[in-house]
Structures are given as C-alpha cells and as structure tokens.
C-alpha cells in the first residue's frame, strides 16, 4: 500500500489526525474513543528516566519507578517529567522518539508530553533542576534577575526552546515567579528575587521565549509555579516536607504575591502548578494549595479567568520512598484523608493532572464505584489533549536525534549563555583592588589552577600571592536525609571555621571573597575581611576571572536584599518585601568597575 493511501485508511480509523478540522473537534473526536482507563491515564504525569544505553527503561530503584513499557502500555499514560541528565542531546533525542514509538504502539497512539525541570543550571537537585550537562549553561534564574534584562531572560527561553525541542521536550516545568521575600527560604535560587514587579516583567519574558511569538508546533508549554506565590514559608521552611508546611502572612500580603502571575497570564502563560503549602490565617481553607477550592477555582479559574492546565506539584497523593528515604504525601492540612479522598477533592478544587503520581487505578475505581463522574473527568482531559494537539504532538511526535547534538549546545548558544553569567555578576564590595591586573601572583580556592594561570601566576600559599580569589557557597545547615540535602534551608550564618580561614588569608594578602548566593547569606564579616566581595548565581571561573580581571565590567544587581545579621532575617515578616530591618545591602545594589 502507498503512503498517501495508509495514511488516509489511518486518518478514516482514527479522525481525530485530521490536522484541518478546528482542534476543539478533533478533541471531541477522540475523547468520543477514550475508555475511562484511557482518560484516566492523562490525569498523571510523574518521573520517567531514560534506560541503559539510551533504551527504555526497566525501572529505577531510587525514586520506585516501574518500567516504561508499564506507564504507557498498561496505565495509558502519556505526560512524563524527565529525570536525570545523559551524555548527549543525541541519545535523549533517539531515547525520546523510542518511546514515542511506544505511545504510537497503544490503541490509540495519543504522543507523550515529555516534560523537564530546568535543565541549564550549574546546581544539580532531583526535587528542582538539573545540571546543564550537554544544554548551553546560564546563570540560575536570581543571576538572570541579576542582569535586570528582560531582552536577555527572552533570548535564554528561545534558546531553551530550542535546544528542548531538539530533543522532544515539550513543556516546561518553570518559570518560577514566587517572590523571596523570606531570606531563609531554599527555594530562592530559581525565582527571580524579592521585587514583584522585576518578577513580573522577567517571568513574561521567559514565557514569550519558551512559547514563542505564536503557540503551536515549535513551542514548549510553559508551567508557571507556583500560584498563589510560594516565598512567605514560616521559618523559611520549604514545604517539600511536613516542618515546612505552612505559609504565613504576618503582613496581611498575600494579593503582593499574585503580581508575577498577572504579568504570566498577560504573556499567555499555557499551565500552572500551585504550591505545596497550606496558607495560614487567610481567608482560604488552611489545606495546601493543590487541594485548595478557593484558590484554584475561585481566585485562578474564576477571578483570573485561567482555562489552562493545572498540575500539582508532585507527591500529593500517596506516600513514596526518595532515595532511600519515606516521605509521607505532602497532603498536609488533609493528612486525615485516604488517598482516594484526596484525589477527589484535588480534582474537585479545580486540578486536572496529579504530578508524581502514577495510582491510575485509584482513580478509575473511582469513577467505577460513582464518587467521581466521568463527566468531570472529561473537563480536565479536554484540557489535556487540547495542548498536545496545538504543540503539533498529533502531526509529529518524533525529532530528529542526528540533528539535535548540534543544536544544543551549540557554539552560539554556549556564547549566549557565557555572556549572561559574566553581566549576572555583581560586586558588593571594593577596596580598590579590583580589577585585579593581568599577571599577578595568585592564590585560589576553588577555582582550577589551570583556569586562573590564564589570568596569572598561580602560587600555592597566600604568603606568596599578589591577591587571593576564594569562591565559596552560601551555608546552609545539614538536614537528616539526602533529598533534603539539597534544599539549603536554616541559618545563613557561615560556620566559624569559615570565617576564621577568610581572616587568615586575608589578614595575609588582598582576598577577593566570591559567593554563590542561592540565599542572601549573612555577609558582614567576610565584608570586613575581605577587600572585595562577589556575588555569582552560577557563573564559571572563566567568567568570574574576566570580570574580576576587568575584561568586562561589573555590571550585576543583587536580586534581594541582604540582611546585616540572622537576628533580623529572624524578625523579618515572611510575606513582606525588603522588611529586613538595616540591610548589609540593598536590592539593585551592584558597584561598577
């Protein structure tokens, strides 16, 4: 049989292709076709990794995934979060298109809507982004604030587009617009800082660049979190885990936090993720967000008049082991409930997928045993495969995986994202001693020795150096298990061992202290220390170097403010930006030289 004749014997058996007909009708075509375990399936969308050599994988025994072939060939689900990184574009582009084959395979071939985590960072945490590996790498979204170019965070999210696509990632799970108006919280490091109004204008941008000028085949869906505005945590707690579960607003301030959301919207914005906290003495019902009616329906659905996808964050459903760990659901305020029960009133405030969630049995019994009516369940899957039909999944789900190693990563993207690490850098204090002079006797601390003998002698003690360069992390204090270890929550105290070492090597010789600052850490006595302090939000040396050598200028903005001491971060109200009583700095602060 030719191709045109098999290709209209499949349109006629499946309709639904017909790429003319208006996509509200090819819809309702399919969905006419879908059993109730077929819909049921679209209602999920959790962790998938890629198998041994590229190949579809087994199951992973670190986050108790199953097989592949059982997400999509016995629980019909086609909406996967990618986890992990691999070698190259190539091989995830060549993994993605396996599995498309898969999804192809099932009876009514719907196409998979692969999903990821910010995936051009230097961090690396499994519960929030990933390290850049084979994508171009850029500053984290605070250094993109730091830039304050919204012309700048537009071109990342082309290029984001790009490489994502490239590969068959279709929808983001970014931008996040909370505000870090709690200093402690450990979650800053992906928003774009404490001020609602830069939040706004930069979360716009990113969507345009991620979606594009029109939505449609070469687009990626962007999922805005998280609404209503993660960022007033008590204690500066992340509600990843039960002590962080509450949300609080000692200020009265919690409209503040919707602002970056309205500038989402405005930027069409296609899908959102509520937060996992529970708000406390609002006027909404103290239960997290994601099962939270007033919230999502009334203020989102009806207020905003938002008819996009709403996914919640993962985990809200049944309890799951992370890497090696038990972590109960994080149903909190709703603790009570059975599993079931909270799926239901998830999807009864207005929900339509279940993110890290895979009890697709749960759910058909549900609409079997008529708790739930499989008329609500087609309100949510109306949304669902509307966005898979408009992203194009229905013409072409398959990439080209000999092209994609060229496309990410490429040379001109690399440059693009070198550019913005050196223009996020912000210096917050100079003696005089920067820029520092080509050829000087160098003592570094983590940095490659190789790296700085570009810019100078390097030397092995302060004693022998010209000037010193020490790049540290911000604190953060050890939690119990590994998942939470990469949440950099408590104090912002450096321990004293560390300060101690910054004296004595500046007490030596002229230090330049950088600190990557995830959060704003307490900075006075390094700043008494040290004759200059930066701050980086993921830069390499090479781009550190060239700023602090005067290659390029300082030109960085501190994204929040600074607090002078942890007895005012302590005192500070959570809901409230820039309410740190004498900040050491102040937002927009950044010396030029």
């Given at each position: 049989m030719a191709d045109t004749e098999a290709a209209s014997v499949n349109d006629s058996a499946r309709p639904w292709l017909n790429a003319d007909l208006p996509v509200v009708e090819r819809v309702e075509l399919l969905l006419a076709e879908m059993t109730v375990e077929e819909k049921a399936g679209l209602f999920f969308q959790t962790m998938i990794v890629m198998g041994e050599n590229g190949e579809l994988s087994e199951g992973d025994a670190a986050f108790g995934l199953p097989s592949t072939s059982q997400y999509v060939v016995d629980q019909h689900m086609t909406h996967f979060n990618l986890l992990g990184t691999a070698p190259s574009a190539g091989e995830i582009a060549r993994w993605h298109n396996k599995l498309q084959e898969l999804a192809a395979s099932t009876r009514l071939g719907i196409p998979v809507s692969l999903s990821t985590d910010p995936r051009h960072s230097f961090t690396d945490n499994p519960g929030a982004t990933f390290h850049a590996g084979p994508f171009s790498q850029w500053p984290e979204p605070l250094g993109l604030a730091a830039t304050r170019d919204a012309e700048l965070v537009e071109r990342f999210g082309d290029i984001a587009r790009q490489e994502y696509t490239a590969v068959g990632i279709r929808v983001a799970l970014h931008p996040?617009?909370?505000?870090?108006?709690?200093?402690?919280?450990?979650?800053?490091?992906?928003?774009?800082?404490?001020?609602?109004?830069?939040?706004?204008?930069?979360?716009?941008?990113?969507?345009?660049?991620?979606?594009?000028?029109?939505?449609?085949?070469?687009?990626?869906?962007?999922?805005?979190?998280?609404?209503?505005?993660?960022?007033?945590?008590?204690?500066?707690?992340?509600?990843?885990?039960?002590?962080?579960?509450?949300?609080?607003?000692?200020?009265?301030?919690?409209?503040?936090?919707?602002?970056?959301?309205?500038?989402?919207?405005?930027?069409?914005?296609?899908?959102?993720?509520?937060?996992?906290?529970?708000?406390?003495?609002?006027?909404?019902?103290?239960?997290?967000?994601?099962?939270?009616?007033?919230?999502?329906?009334?203020l989102l659905r009806e207020r905003f008049g938002f008819d996009g996808i709403v996914c919640t964050d993962w985990g809200l459903v049944t309890d799951q082991p992370i890497m090696g760990t038990d972590f109960a659901a994080r149903a909190w305020?709703?603790?009570?409930?059975?599993?079931?029960?909270?799926?239901?009133?998830?999807?009864?405030?207005?929900?339509?997928?279940?993110?890290?969630?895979?009890?697709?049995?749960?759910?058909?019994?549900?609409?079997?045993?008529?708790?739930?009516?499989?008329?609500?369940?087609?309100?949510?899957?109306?949304?669902?495969?509307?966005?898979?039909?408009?992203?194009?999944?229905?013409?072409?789900?398959?990439?080209?995986?000999?092209?994609?190693?060229?496309?990410?990563?490429?040379?001109?993207?690399?440059?693009?994202?070198?550019?913005?690490?050196?223009?996020?850098?912000?210096?917050?204090?100079?003696?005089?001693?920067?820029?520092l002079r080509r050829g000087v006797k160098l003592y570094v601390e983590g940095i490659d020795p190789?790296?700085?003998?570009?810019?100078?002698?390097?030397?092995?003690?302060?004693?022998?150096?010209?000037?010193?360069?020490?790049?540290?992390?911000?604190?953060?204090?050890?939690?119990?298990?590994?998942?939470?270890?990469?949440?950099?929550?408590?104090?912002?105290?450096?321990?004293?061992?560390?300060?101690?070492?910054?004296?004595?090597?500046?007490?030596?010789?002229?230090t330049v202290v950088d600190v990557f600052l995830d959060r704003p850490a307490i900075l006075a006595p390094i700043v008494e220390s040290a004759a200059a302090v930066t701050a980086n939000w993921g830069a390499s040396a090479d781009a550190l170097l060239e700023v602090l050598f005067g290659v390029v200028p300082a030109q960085g903005k501190l994204p929040f403010d600074v607090p002078r001491s942890m007895a005012a971060a302590e005192v500070s109200r959570p809901d409230v930006p820039f309410d740190t009583e004498d900040p050491l700095f102040r937002f927009g602060h950044g010396l030029t030289f």
């Open positions: 996040q617009v909370d505000l870090a108006t709690e200093s402690r919280w450990a979650r800053q490091l992906q928003t774009f800082g404490e001020d609602a109004a830069l939040s706004g204008e930069l979360g716009a941008a990113y969507v345009r660049g991620f979606q594009g000028e029109s939505f449609g085949a070469g687009s990626v869906s962007t999922m805005t979190k998280h609404f209503p505005g993660g960022g007033p945590q008590k204690d500066g707690e992340d509600p990843h885990f039960d002590y962080g579960r509450e949300q609080v607003y000692p200020g009265d301030n919690f409209e503040h936090h919707l602002k970056p959301f309205v500038a989402i919207f405005a930027a069409g914005g296609r899908q959102i993720m509520p937060y996992y906290g529970m708000p406390i003495g609002t006027q909404y019902e103290e239960v997290g967000f994601g099962f939270n009616k007033g919230v999502l329906t009334g305020g709703v603790e009570h409930l059975t599993p079931a029960e909270r799926m239901l009133k998830i999807l009864d405030a207005g929900a339509d997928q279940f993110g890290g969630e895979r009890e697709t049995g749960m759910l058909i019994e549900l609409v079997r045993s008529g708790a739930l009516s499989e008329e609500r369940l087609d309100v949510s899957a109306r949304r669902l495969l509307r966005e898979k039909f408009e992203l194009g999944l229905f013409e072409n789900p398959y990439v080209d995986a000999d092209a994609a190693d060229a496309i990410v990563g490429s040379a001109e993207f690399r440059a693009a994202g070198d550019a913005a690490q050196r223009k996020s850098i912000a210096a917050l204090s100079n003696d005089g001693t920067l820029p190789e790296t700085a003998a570009r810019f100078g002698e390097v030397v092995a003690t302060p004693e022998e150096a010209d000037a010193a360069i020490l790049r540290l992390q911000a604190p953060y204090e050890q939690r119990a298990s590994m998942f939470e270890n990469f949440f950099h929550a408590g104090s912002l105290d450096f321990p004293a061992d560390v300060l101690a070492h910054v004296a004595e090597v500046a007490a030596s010789v002229p």
